[in-house]
């Protein structure tokens, strides 16, 4: 028997209309942000999108400011803080090596108060994983590190290649990329925006600087945040800056997305790392 219109329960049609409303309104929500996505895209600049050789400079900081601060895994093993930054630097650089055979990479420690170049640029893996093994922690005893004084290596050891608009679509022999370990919880990184040399780094469009900070459990007996904000400076626009605690999985899923190409990745803003739609 068909029933009637008037059989019909009351809330039927108002319930049509709010699913209506809640699918436009998801609609209009992806409309906003694909439009984001694609003006972000536009200011990014015109370089070859393509997997040419990394030169990676490792910059390693050895300092410690609680030798009891441990990481612990899944099955009960523990490293202190440098032993776990060594153990995702191993996963890292056999990963690079692995995309690409003609990655190569460099150390560079941030030692007390002084950085200090260890190995010129390499791709025999057993050279660079070798100096690092031998790497001892320290503690860290000072109130501020000044990166001026990376800079100034720098500009002594690395050259960069030479971006020009008119040749914009070919791809130069390489790009560089300083990814930094920051390890220490208490000393603050002073970077001067002034500094002519990091100036310059800033508007090379084949330089990259990477942020990884792995701090302190208890932020709040320490300068964390501060840390967090000074590192920032750093970052030009096109940098990919992470921080951790100490988590083991998370630790090894930041040396992961560190793995990208800058050439090729996305600004982070814009990174997704999920399987399919979500519910």
């Not at 699913?19 to 972000?40: I, R, Y």
């Not at 490792?58 to 099955?75: E, G, K, Q, V």
Request: proline letters at 5%; charged letters at 25%.
């Amino acid at each position: 028997m068909e029933m009637a219109s008037s059989d019909m329960p009351n809330n039927s049609q108002p319930a049509s209309f709010s699913d209506l409303g809640s699918e436009h309104s998801k609609t209009t929500d992806d409309f906003n942000d694909l439009q984001q996505q694609v003006l972000a895209n536009f200011q990014k600049p015109n370089v070859p999108n393509i997997n040419i050789p990394e030169r990676i400079i490792i910059c390693l900081d050895t300092c410690y400011d609680d030798n009891t601060s441990l990481y612990r895994l899944a099955d009960g093993t523990t490293f202190t803080p440098i032993n776990m930054l060594k153990r995702i630097l191993d996963f890292f650089i056999h990963s690079k090596y692995a995309i690409n055979h003609k990655t190569e990479f460099a150390l560079l420690i941030l030692k007390d108060t002084e950085p200090c170049w260890i190995q010129n640029f390499t791709n025999n893996l057993k050279d660079i994983i070798n100096v690092i093994d031998y790497i001892n922690a320290e503690e860290s005893t000072s109130e501020s590190f000044d990166f001026k004084k990376v800079f100034q290596i720098l500009k002594q050891k690395i050259e960069i290649p030479e971006y020009k608009q008119e040749d914009c679509i070919i791809p130069p022999p390489y790009v560089l990329r300083m990814i930094v370990l920051y390890g220490r919880s208490n000393c603050i990184p002073l970077i001067a925006q002034d500094d002519q040399y990091f100036m310059f780094l800033k508007k090379q469009l084949y330089f990259y600087i990477d942020i990884l900070l792995a701090h302190e459990e208890e932020c709040s007996l320490y300068k964390c945040a501060e840390i967090y904000d000074s590192l920032q400076n750093l970052d030009n626009g096109y940098s990919y800056v992470y921080e951790v605690s100490r988590n083991a999985t998370k630790i090894h899923d930041c040396a992961a997305k560190l793995l990208a190409h800058p050439l090729q990745r996305v600004l982070q803003k814009q990174t997704n790392y999920s399987f399919g739609n979500r519910p």
